[in-house]
């Protein structure tokens, strides 16, 4: 099993950036595709972002592409989320999950079986 802690959230002005850090413990990180969701007030959680086990295959969300970058390091148990250009619609907490599965990109929550506790962006206009 393994146990995610975010880090990284915060309050930046619209065009400004963020790194995101989830920090993994457990012995299975390095077999787990790892994602991103985010959730804002009254809304559904939704999907961000994900890489493969490897790194070698990433998915994003057509809200997020180009501007957000998924990457992990298996060395340091780490998966990050590079978010440059932020607008004020991308204001939401931010989970880090893990899936069961290795070489598959899941984009529904349902995909994954472990959550961390979350990071709170805010986007100011």
């Known amino acids: 099993q393994v146990q995610l802690v975010e880090s990284g959230g915060g309050l930046v002005q619209a065009g400004g950036s963020l790194r995101l850090s989830c920090a993994a413990s457990?012995?299975?990180?390095?077999?787990?595709?790892m994602g991103w969701f985010r959730q804002a007030p009254g809304k559904e959680r939704d999907f961000v972002a994900a890489i493969t086990s490897s790194g070698t295959s990433t998915r994003y969300a057509d809200s997020v592409k180009d501007r957000f970058t998924i990457s992990r390091d298996n060395a340091k148990n780490t998966v990050f989320l590079q978010m440059n250009r932020l607008k004020p619609e991308d204001t939401a907490v931010y989970y880090c999950a893990a899936s069961p599965y290795s070489n598959a990109i899941g984009r529904s929550p349902t995909y994954y079986n472990t959550w961390g506790q979350g990071t709170q962006v805010t986007v100011s206009s």
């Open positions: 457990g012995r299975t990180f390095s077999d787990a595709t």
